[in-house]
């Protein structure tokens, strides 16, 4: 049973650069099974879809985020990342880290609790 | 907004039976299976549906899910005040390359 645990900044002023961190237990980051992906959740709105990476470090954005958006794996700490450069009050969220299946990346079984970002000068 | 269209709310007194549709298109649900999770207030989704008519483990048979065309649906029966939560439709997007979603279905047990 995999767990995934958010950790990172919850205020943020604009203009600076977001960095996440999740890290994965119970399971194999290098699984060939699942994606690790962030998705995030404007506070009383729906959910957005950020971007995937895969064990390999193909990934996959969001193209509405695409230019800002950098994920990146950690095999070694077990951990996958999230940066997303020059936020503004549309960033704030709270940001999920999930595991899709491979075989079906719209089905995830495996969220963190999420954590909230919010930004404001 | 968002690419799958829900309504924002339903509603159902304890025992009914209530359906959420969920209304895409030919790149997302006309093509691919939907997913159906439901988030309790405070916490992260949780899948309820998967392959638009399967049920994880866990899952109460009171949750069913269909699909027809370009459309989706779930169906709760027997409503419980504990189903009282927002729950959302997912599926790939071939534009997108990646998962869309609904933008949420409010329900209320009365």
């Known amino acids: 049973q995999l767990h995934l645990q958010e950790s990172g900044p919850g205020l943020m002023k604009p203009s600076e650069t977001l960095s996440l961190n999740c890290t994965v237990s119970?399971?194999?980051?290098?699984?060939?099974?699942?994606?690790w992906a962030w998705i995030r959740q404007p506070p009383g709105k729906g959910l957005e879809w950020i971007g995937n990476?895969?064990?390999?470090?193909?990934?996959y954005y969001n193209p509405s985020l695409k230019s800002r958006v950098t994920i990146s794996v950690d095999t070694s700490k077990s951990q996958f990342s999230l940066k997303l450069t020059s936020v503004t009050a549309a960033d704030t969220a709270v940001y999920y880290c999930?595991?899709?299946?491979?075989?079906?990346?719209?089905?995830?079984?495996?969220w963190g609790q999420g954590t909230l970002v919010t930004v404001s000068s | 907004q968002s690419v799958l269209t829900q309504p924002p709310s339903a509603s159902g007194t304890p025992g009914q039976r209530v359906t959420i549709s969920c209304s895409g298109s030919?790149?997302?649900?006309?093509?691919?299976?939907v997913y159906w999770y439901q988030q309790l207030p405070g916490t992260a989704p949780r899948l309820l549906i998967y392959?638009?008519?399967q049920r994880p483990s866990g899952v109460p048979d009171r949750f069913s899910g269909s699909r027809s065309g370009t459309s989706a649906s779930l169906a709760i029966s027997g409503l419980r005040s504990e189903d009282e939560a927002d729950y959302y439709c997912a599926a790939w997007d071939d534009d997108l390359s990646g998962p869309v979603f609904g933008g949420g279905t409010k329900l209320t047990v009365l």
């Open positions: 999930t595991a899709p299946q491979y075989a079906s990346p719209a089905a995830i079984d495996y």
């Open positions: 392959r638009s008519n």
């Open positions: 990476i895969y064990y390999s470090g193909r990934t």
């Open positions: 030919s790149s997302n649900i006309g093509s691919y299976h």
């Open positions: 119970g399971g194999s980051i290098s699984s060939h099974d699942f994606y």
